[in-house]
């Protein structure tokens, strides 16, 4: 047996160890079972987390894969070399298994749902009533279907950018299980759902890719110090994700400290949190020793280190998996329907103060700001150390745009807009319009490639060749074409309010987040290609950017109007599930929102057309200064007009005649 087969054997022989340890120390194994009472039995009791646990474990292992074949190790030109070829090849198998294990879990699943003996499941429509009918049952039927589309794509994927592409897809494939698990049923179901999801992306990377470098070493691959390299980079920002979402996690299902040591909840996370600071020094002592001994020729520090710290986190792997099967200390909610769907009380009247005050942690999109801030932060302060410039003005436009983010997603303004469509519009107004205004206006790509690095090898993708790679895409080139973007712009506004798809986002926390996503990025979009100072791949004259804003403006004013004699409440369902008792009519509080739709606009077309003159101005004072200088240097200044008239203040200088 190969070494590698060795330790990934022993891998999972600690994580089934792990979760066996816990599943009888935290009594999950032993239940009391209350005579006539059903009871799914012990095979489902063991299966269901076992299947859980090889699910984990094929999905981590695919994504860090596609991880090394896509960003840890060399490609050339694009192409994928020798070993992340082997890596994509070996994903398909990986995905084989996710898919499997998620079947399992849909057998166990819905013997565990229905609490019958897992026999009875195949013999009625148990299976297929939990498979497309319960939301853990539909989850677990995604990952079957993405796990085994992953496992064909990656047959035929030879390109770094079709591993991207995979790399993708696997990390929203992990999405579904976290999204519909008992995070969805505690005191703040979106804070529970967004950490968890959070918790898992990062881990993946963490744990696929550790996993991954680990086999690289012990099969003595080339080019084991620069995937050791880059990937150590990435596991600092995945330790510290994967600890913050974790404790958001933790923060939305236990109400008291001391339900730490008082519930098998709080023990396990302890435990798990103990796990995650031993992983933590580890990756530290890597970073003080073996990596440097590595870059000296001597891996073996590194792969020793390496393998034992993977075993530990096959071990957390098996704890938290019991965890995820473990009750959560049960809290008091208030029994109203507005807390079931807001995840948080019906906020009192409106008042500005309340707007001011009411401030509810919205974990995604303050981890979005967090990160659109922080990297531009780091641009920027690369670019000053390197003694280069950078506008001030962009800069304040970027952290404007990120500010009115914040306050637009976390403050008493996305509490209100939950519940009150007239607020709801301002939302939509202020992260549609002026945060990609002020967003395109800092300049984010030019910053980016000016900060990052080129890659070390020629040919190779790093960061730097990514982003380019990524805007010289065919897909770019399509939807930043001004009428595409203007469309989407426009359209995505009708389509989304004179449609049922207002409502399920409403409803949804995931369709919720897909919506506001999507005002930032049709608003981004939209912008970019008449206001933004990044390149873009159309570049539109001054005067066909006021046109295109022109053109759509009118558009934007008749949406308001439109909402304004709208006789019938959109979204009725939502807003009288809600059942809130202070406040206007809906109707009434629906044409505020047409007459905001309707007058917000004016703000965001003052803004670029101010954009439009200063960017006009400038590009013609520029224009001028390069004419002037050829013409000092007597050369033509490549205006036709210009240059006559230059030649012929040329010929009254030699004192001949003006003909
Ligand atoms: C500060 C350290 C950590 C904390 C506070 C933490 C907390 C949590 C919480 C609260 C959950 C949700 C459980 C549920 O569904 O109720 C979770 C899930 C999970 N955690 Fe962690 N975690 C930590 C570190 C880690 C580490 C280091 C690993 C692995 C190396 C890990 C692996 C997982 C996995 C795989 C799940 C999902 C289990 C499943 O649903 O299948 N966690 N964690």
Redesign the pocket.
């Known amino acids: 047996m190969t070494r590698a087969a060795r330790l990934a054997l022993m891998a999972a022989g600690v994580a089934l160890a792990a979760l066996v340890i816990t599943m009888v120390a935290s009594g999950a194994a032993f239940p009391r079972i209350i005579p006539g009472l059903p009871d799914a039995g012990v095979l489902t009791r063991w299966g269901l987390p076992i299947s ?2 090889w ?2 474990a094929s999905g ?1 292992v695919t994504i860090g894969l596609l991880l090394a074949a896509t960003a840890l190790l060399p490609n050339d030109k694009g192409l994928l070399g020798k070993a992340g070829l082997g890596y994509v090849r070996a994903a398909s198998w990986a995905a084989m298994s996710w898919a499997a294990a998620a079947f399992a879990a849909i057998v166990f699943g819905a013997a565990d749902s229905f609490a019958i003996p897992v026999e009875q499941v195949f013999g009625s429509n148990y299976l297929t009533g939990f498979a497309t009918q319960y939301g853990g049952g539909i989850a677990l039927t995604l990952v079957v279907l993405f796990g085994v589309a992953i496992a064909l794509f990656s047959r035929g994927a030879i390109t770094a950018g079709s591993a991207a592409g995979l790399l993708v897809f696997a990390l929203a494939t992990l999405l579904p ?2 999204l519909t ?3 969805s049923s ?1 005191p703040n179901h979106d804070l ?1 759902t967004t ?2 999801a959070l ?2 992306l990062s ?2 990377l ?2 696929g890719g550790l996993g991954v470098v680990v086999l690289h070493a012990v099969r003595r691959l080339p080019k084991l110090e620069i995937a050791a390299d880059r990937f150590s980079r990435l596991a600092v920002w995945c ?1 510290v994700a ?6 958001f ?2 923060l ?3 109400t008291a400290v001391s339900d730490l040591w008082t519930s098998a ?1 709080g023990v396990l ?1 302890v435990a ?2 103990i ?3 031993l ?1 933590g020094y580890i990756g530290w002592w890597h970073r003080q020793r073996t990596l440097r001994r590595m870059s000296k020729g001597e891996p073996r520090a590194f792969t020793r280190l390496a393998a034992g710290e993977l075993l ?3 071990a ?2 098996g ?3 019991v ?4 009750a ?1 200390p049960p809290v008091s909610l208030p029994a109203d329907r507005a807390f079931d769907l807001l995840g948080f009380p019906m906020p009192p009247p409106i008042t500005i103060a309340n707007l001011a005050s009411l401030w509810w942690l919205d974990l995604f999109f303050a981890t979005v700001a967090a990160v659109l801030a922080g990297l531009y932060a780091a641009g920027v302060v690369r670019l000053l150390r390197r003694g280069d410039r950078w506008s001030w003005g962009r800069t304040s436009a970027w952290f404007g745009g990120v500010a009115l983010l914040v306050i637009a997603t976390q403050s008493g303004v996305a509490r209100y807009a939950k519940v009150m469509f007239d607020v709801h519009m301002v939302e939509h107004m202020t992260l549609s319009m002026v945060v990609p205004i002020l967003l395109v206006l800092g300049g984010p790509v030019t910053l980016a490639l000016r900060a990052l690095r080129p890659a070390a090898k020629r040919g190779d993708r790093g960061p730097r060749e990514w982003l380019t790679t990524i805007l010289h895409s065919r897909f770019v080139k399509v939807v930043a074409h001004p009428a595409i973007a203007t469309a989407i712009f426009i359209a995505s506004t009708y389509a989304l309010y004179f449609t049922p798809l207002f409502e399920a986002a409403m409803e949804e926390h995931l369709g919720h987040i897909f919506m506001t996503l999507h005002f930032l990025l049709s608003g981004s979009l939209f912008f970019w290609t008449i206001i933004g100072v990044d390149p873009a791949p159309h570049r539109l004259p001054h005067v066909g950017k006021l046109l295109v804003l022109f053109v759509t403006m009118p558009f934007h004013a008749f949406f308001g109007v439109a909402l304004m004699m709208t006789g019938s409440v959109i979204a009725s369902g939502w807003y009288e599930q809600l059942g809130r008792t202070w406040g206007g009519p809906l109707l009434e509080e629906q044409q505020n929102g047409g007459a905001i739709a309707w007058g917000f606009g004016e703000i965001p077309t003052l803004m670029v057309l101010l954009a439009i003159a200063v960017q006009w101005y400038q590009d013609d004072s520029r224009q001028a200064r390069r004419a002037d200088r050829r013409a000092d240097k007597g050369g033509r200044a490549g205006d036709p007009e210009l240059d006559s008239y230059n030649a012929y203040l040329a010929r009254l200088n030699r004192g001949e005649s003006s003909q």
């Open positions: 859980k646990l699910m984990d981590l299980p976290a698990g008992h995070s505690s529970a950490g968890l918790h898992l881990l993946s963490w744990v330790f994967v600890g913050a979402s974790g404790v996690s933790v939305a299902r236990l909840y996370i798990k949190t796990a995650y600071v992983l530990l986190m096959a957390t792997m704890l938290a998996v965890l995820s099967r473990t959560p």
